[in-house]
């Protein structure tokens, strides 16, 4: 399958402040539209660095990074590389802008100068897509912290990005939430949005196509989540905790026996 390419990295360094060690060291990596990407590495290790640098919310010390046909140095392109690729991050809150659910939907795609049909047409499909047509009118912060991360992903859903960069949006949520999230973003993703999703939970990094692992701001893996997550002795030595039924799984598929099921959908049932 030929891919076209919507996120372009090359020989990316950056550092935050002059004279001290780079937080990212010589980074190339491209992702395909459509692609659902989950990134993995220790605390501190660059992570949210690099996907900033995917919408242009920071810019290349050395090296580039393009955004469809856009170079984010460009910044006569910040809106349209904006549009393209939407960004979430794990505190919700720090997101909403409306006084009820709809208007904070509604809020992306009115600034975009729409059509009010057309607005109310996205505002009403993305509420739809993350569940939360029946909460409409509520006022957002009495959402449950899940209802708020399923908001934030409806407000960008509703500017009708081609990519959905999200940095580890259920740190904080419960199970059941986590969950939810996880299944909204596999729905995005089956609707043809890509995805970028740091996340801490390697059940979460089991749901993408392709696992990156960073480690002090280096790619050290790029590979499918199989190949990645069964490298357990390494992920632990990196400082990554795969749960107890991951490494039960990959131990069982180690020795021959293949459970047929997505590792998420098991650990999520007991
Ligand atoms: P991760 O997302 O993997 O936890 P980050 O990208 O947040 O890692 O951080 C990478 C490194 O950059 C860390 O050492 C962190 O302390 C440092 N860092 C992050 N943000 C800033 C900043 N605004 N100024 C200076 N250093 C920063």
Not at 122 to 142: F, I, K
Request: contains cysteine.
């Amino acid at each position: 399958m030929i891919m076209k390419t919507m996120i372009r990295v090359h020989n990316l360094t950056y550092t935050y402040e002059k004279g001290r060690p780079p937080v990212l060291k010589d980074i190339n990596l491209q992702i395909g539209e459509g692609e659902y990407i989950a990134i993995i590495g220790p605390n501190g290790c660059g992570k949210t660095t690099l996907i900033r640098h995917f919408n242009a919310l920071l810019l290349p010390s050395a090296g580039e990074v393009q955004v469809g046909e856009f170079n984010t140095r460009e910044t006569k392109h910040l809106r349209e590389i904006r549009r393209k690729v939407g960004m979430a991050f794990q505190n919700a809150d720090n997101q909403i802008v409306g006084m009820s659910v709809e208007e904070d939907v509604a809020f992306g795609p009115g600034n975009l100068g729409l059509p009010s049909a057309e607005v109310r047409r996205r505002v009403d499909q993305a509420l739809a897509t993350a569940g939360l047509t029946e909460l409409r009118t509520r006022p957002p912060h009495t959402l449950s912290g899940g209802q708020k991360q399923r908001l934030a992903l409806a407000g960008l859903l509703a500017m009708e990005p081609e990519f959905i960069v999200l940095d580890e949006p259920t740190a904080s949520l419960d199970p059941e939430s986590k969950k939810k999230v996880s299944q909204l973003l596999k729905t995005l993703n089956s609707q043809g949005i890509g995805i970028v999703h740091v996340t801490h939970s390697m059940d979460e990094a089991t749901l993408a196509d392709r696992v990156l692992v960073l480690d002090q701001g280096e790619l050290v893996a790029d590979g499918n989540p199989r190949d990645i997550l069964s490298r357990v002795d390494w992920l632990k030595s990196l400082g990554l905790a795969p749960t107890y039924i991951t490494e039960l799984m990959w131990r069982l598929h180690q020795a021959g026996i293949d459970v047929n099921t997505s590792i998420f959908t098991i650990d999520s049932a007991v």
